[in-house]
């Protein structure tokens, strides 16, 4: 892999979280819902150039009055650098906003605008013609500028009507390196054509590791269903590239009915060192990141820091802390906008060891990211989660009624059991978590509880490493089958839905290692406690499955386990549709297999679709895993005998 830069010697801890960048990257409130489209629409490639130029505008032309309606200008300022020194005053259109702090000005009631005599009005909001019509009703004379000055072209809009809606922004990042002995590939399908998006595209926006362009390219998505695949070797080749590491932009244009871009990512190599599978990054930047893995002793863990901002990250803007510590130490130097960063954790953390797991103080600035473990020669990818700042401990969870069953479950697979060795290390995922009461249980292929065990009241920074070998103590799971992490009520009632955990899988043979982690859900009731249970489609109660099962390259075998977990009895088998699907999106065949309720099945392509109709279904071909009776919960990877991958699947 590449080296990252040396890291300098910490000069001992920094106390507390950065200060972070003042973007809303997540708004839910009476007068409107936005969720993360904004900081999308503000911080966007194309509108980056566009939005220094309204900036270097606007600081000419101080002072100005800016009319900020939604609450929007901090988040431009932070992007583009508009100063308080720039700004006369700032009004709104809610009277209850009216008397807020907003860039050091005292917010006033757009009413008092005309009082201002401003010669230039900002209105920091899209679609602002008619609003900007009905201010020239006050300030005639007065020059306007908004955010229209940043928009992206209107043929990519799916709602041309309204600028904000989130399928105009439906946008990501992936992690794209092609280097000697480290290749990667980005695979989904057009699943927006299913909900009636017909010119469906996607563009496509690549960085190097120092942030500059090195390809740009728009792809169309084919019809409804049909894969979409972006391998580095062939980005290398199409566009004459060098070796490079660094960050894929996504926008999928003109789509309908989902607004979030869904990826598998497969990480491979030019031997069997490197193999790994991990998914998409989540749309939105956050402020903690944890589940970060501390190295073993003969590990090396490296966190692949992918800035998405136009802007860069100061120098010691981000942080990393043992999970439960006081203190952080911090990155030391600057990441240049929409750069990616390698940064060695063992370098500035030189004490953290296995199973501790660390705490990233990302401070908004980057998507949730991957980190890389090197040991013995071997390589394997997989990610961190955010790291929730909003949820408190709910009373509410330890009482709820029979209904509910189990309640929230966490299940992991425990794929062969002859040939991998499972571990488990709970995570806690939110700052509100400063105690877990879990219990662990193994479940054979029938959905027979064989094993449990009690983990007590653990710690925020506890160190508990659940071995499955062990907790079986003899007994007989069987071939394959799962475990479940879950709220153990007798040893406390903390509790607030949001249960974490890293599996961790070593084939016994090689020493290759894979893991995945991600969060509880309360599977399968008719009952609904706020959310829960989910659905790939469809609200509550969850009671469907819609999973993305890519088919990777000859010779690998492609495998899944599908658990169907259960916090209480549902129906005694599932009917889940394997459906073998063409890269145009073309059903080839469908075979149904059923899963025992709170039970799993562990299989692979090779097992239910015969050579000829594999060579029928062609290369980048997927099955989708389709259930209408039940909610399953996914896991895939690729098996070459001498290396595997192993990672949740994602639904659509």
Known sequence: MAQPKKVPKPQGPRLGPSLGLAIETFRHDGARHFGTTPFKALGHPLAAPKGRALAKTLRKRAPIAVFDPDGLLASFAAFYGLESESVGGVYVRRSEDAGKKVLGRTTQ????????????????????????????TVLPKATYFSFDELRIPADWLSNKRQYLDARNFATNFAFLRDEPGHHTAVRTANYWGSYGATDAAMWLRLFGADGNVLAEWTEQLGGAGASFVVDSRAVRERFGLGPFAGSLFLHALRIQGHDIVKYALDTFGDNDTVLSATHDANAWPADLYAGLPAPAADERVVLWVQNSHPIPIPARGISFGLMGGTSTVAY????????????????????ARWPHQLE????????????EIERNGRSRIAHANVERTDLKTDATIAKLGPEFGKGFILPFPLPPIARFRTTLLPTPMATGQRSLPIAVAVMDKRGKEIARRSLGKLSRGHETLVDIDKLLGGAKVGTFGHAELMYDFKKGSDADGWLHGIARFEDRRTGHIAETSFGAHIFNTLAVYKDEPQSYAGPPPGLSTRLFLRVGPAPAETF???????????RPKSETALVLTAADGKEV?????RIACGGSLFWQVSDVFDAATRAKAGANSYVLVRDATCRLFGFHGLDTGAAFSLDHMFGF
């Open 332 to 351: 030391p130097e600057e990441v240049p906008p929409f750069a990616t960063r390698a940064i060695d954790v063992g370098a500035l953390l030189p004490r």
């Open 360 to 371: 990233i103080h990302a401070g908004r600035y980057f998507v949730r990211p991957r980190y």
């Open 589 to 593: 065949a469908t075979e149904t297999v």
């Open 560 to 570: 899944c386990h599908l658990v169907y977990a259960a916090s209480l009895p549902w």
């Open 109 to 136: 009631s757009v009413h008092t605008l005309a009082w201002s005599k401003a010669r230039t009005v900002f209105v920091a909001a899209f679609d602002a013609k008619r609003t900007i019509e009905q201010l020239r």
